[in-house]
């Protein structure tokens, strides 16, 4: 028994010399989305890119959109609520879009740096940066980082 316990208090302070364990790095997350695009014929144009994100990303065959609106589609993709709940109830003028649970705001949160190209709302104000992104440059040539 003593030779057991000699064997395992050498073995916990060989691991505790050897120092912190590398961990690996947190992954990369994109998000592309897409408006009025069929689901089939409509890839061809993009083979490369199209190769690299089957080899290197995740598909969701199962995945469907909550509504066909684009505003109240993004507001969701965005919240991770269903439309009914993230104040965006059309593409028409922005009421109040819940923003307590944005997922660049958690992905901040987490130590990512966050950047968004393209449309946050149909009638998002350009003078209003996109909140939670580090660096963005908006559907009608608004670019910026926070100050």
Do not use: E
């Amino acid at each position: 028994m003593a030779i057991v316990s000699a064997l395992l208090l050498g073995v916990v302070g060989a691991l505790d010399l050897a120092g912190p364990v590398a961990t690996a790095a947190p992954p990369n997350v994109l998000i592309i989305v897409t408006d009025d695009q069929r689901a089939v014929d409509t890839m061809w144009v993009m083979p490369k890119t199209r190769k690299r994100f089957v080899g290197q990303g995740v598909r969701y065959s199962r995945g469907f959109a909550t509504t066909p609106l684009c505003c109240p589609s993004r507001a969701t993709i965005l919240t991770g609520r269903y439309a009914h709940n993230t104040g965006v109830h059309s593409n028409g003028p922005l009421r109040a879009l819940d923003r307590t649970t944005m997922f660049p705001r958690l992905l901040r949160n987490a130590g990512y740096r966050t950047a968004m190209v393209g449309k946050l709302l149909n009638s998002w104000p350009m003078t209003t940066a996109p909140p939670y992104f580090d660096r963005w440059a908006l559907a009608g040539g608004k670019r910026g980082r926070p100050p």
